[in-house]
Structures are given as structure tokens and as C-alpha cells.
């Protein structure tokens, strides 16, 4: 099966600053690539996702690339805010279940 | 809210004794997952349905757990015989496309 790994599993930033998170993943198959923000007690919230023929996009403050030749994918987040802070997990999938990274961590301080 | 809900959002058992959770997802979705996530993880994927029909199983998903979506509608998704293992939040996530998964709040389990 997949397996995804996600770095690193802490982070914090600095208000305004960028945060990179980067994955990568083993299975040459996986053809969908979704970013989730998961904050205390609620279920994640998918932000923005990417697929294999895509190999960046962006909306607004955050962007994902992906190299499906290296088979890894970042999440980048420019113009950090205090809003920001929570876990973020990158996933993967090439049918109908998404398989995890382990979460990262995200504190922005003010 | 056209969100997809779960109910109940936390459950108290005792070892032994058998829980039920309820998903409801966003309406016109056909597809629905049921994921588990513990402490400090990622969710984990448990199964999924198109429509009515169970289409996968984890391996996770022991006997002991059972996954039903009647009439395509709502899922529910029964532990019996709850042990400590059993721990964690248990997440229901829906999907028009397939790639695009949309989830609830979760019900967090705690068997003592």
C-alpha cells in the first residue's frame, strides 16, 4: 500500500513568515495529492489539493507543488498568521482512499 | 449547515460493551469513508461505500466492527465487544468525485 512521510512533524514561524511542509510518497500510482488543516477537536478541512497533471498550484496565501519524479509534494504558506496555527496532513491516493503523513505541527508567533 | 455530521461527537463506554456512531454526509454525495484517527496520527483509512454498497475493508477493521449505509443515505458504524485499543476519534468523510473527500467533526471514543 502507500505510504506517505511527512516533515517535519513541528514547526513554528515567526507572524509573516513563510512555512514549508514537505511529503513524499512510494507508490508511482498515487495520482492525488490533498492538504488538510485539522484544528482542536474538529475533523480536517481540506485546503487545497493537487493532482498528477498539475505540478503547482495556488490559492491565495497557500500553494502546493508536486515532482511526480521524486514522487514528493510541499505545502507552502506565505504571510504566516496567528489563524494559521494547527496540524496540517498531506495525503495521497490513486483510487478511492486517502492514505496519511503523520501531521505537522504549525505554530505561528505573534 | 450542509456539512457532513457525526453523531455523537463523544462516547464513553465500558470494555465489553458494544458503540454505535452515525454519519450523515453531504447530501448529494455518493461515496462515503470512514477513517480512524489516534493521538499524534493521521486518519486511517477503515472502508468505504458507493452508494449502499461496501466496496473495501481495511484489514483494520476487525470483526468486531461492522459498516452499514441503507438506502445510500446515512452510515452507521458499530464496534461490539469495545476494548481499550478501540481509543480514538473515528471520522466520517464524503465525496461527489471520489478525489475531493469532505469530513465531520468525528466521534471520539474512549473506552475505559
Known amino acids: 500500500g502507500e505510504n506517505v512521510e511527512q516533515h517535519p512533524s513541528t514547526l513554528s514561524v515567526q507572524e509573516g513568515d513563510s512555512a514549508v511542509i514537505k511529503c513524499t510518497y512510494s507508490?508511482?500510482?498515487?495520482?492525488?495529492f490533498p492538504w488538510y488543516k485539522q484544528e482542536l477537536g474538529k475533523g480536517p478541512q481540506l485546503i487545497i489539493d493537487i493532482r498528477s497533471n498539475v505540478g503547482e498550484k495556488k490559492d491565495q496565501r497557500i500553494a502546493v507543488t508536486l515532482n511526480k519524479t521524486a514522487k514528493h509534494f510541499s505545502l507552502h504558506i506565505t504571510e504566516t498568521q496567528p489563524e494559521d496555527s494547527a496540524v496540517y496532513f498531506c495525503a495521497a491516493s490513486y483510487d478511492y482512499k486517502l492514505s496519511f503523513g503523520a501531521g505537522t505541527t504549525v505554530t505561528v508567533r505573534a | 449547515d450542509t456539512g457532513v455530521s457525526q453523531d455523537p461527537r463523544h462516547k464513553i463506554t465500558k470494555r465489553g460493551q458494544n458503540v454505535t456512531f452515525r454519519c450523515d454526509p453531504i447530501?448529494?454525495?455518493?461515496?462515503l469513508y470512514w477513517y480512524r484517527q489516534t493521538l499524534g496520527q493521521g486518519p486511517e483509512f477503515l472502508t468505504y461505500f458507493q452508494n449502499e454498497a461496501q466496496l473495501e475493508k481495511s484489514r483494520l477493521l476487525s470483526d468486531r466492527f461492522s459498516a452499514e449505509r441503507p438506502k445510500g443515505s446515512f452510515s452507521t458504524l458499530e464496534i461490539q465487544r469495545t476494548e481499550q485499543g478501540d481509543s480514538a476519534m473515528y471520522l466520517c468523510?464524503?465525496?461527489?468525485?471520489?478525489?475531493?473527500?469532505?469530513f465531520g467533526p468525528g466521534t471520539r471514543l474512549t473506552v475505559t
Open positions: 507508490d508511482s500510482a498515487s495520482n492525488y
Open positions: 468523510a464524503s465525496s461527489l468525485s471520489g478525489f475531493e473527500q469532505y
Open positions: 447530501s448529494e454525495h455518493n461515496r
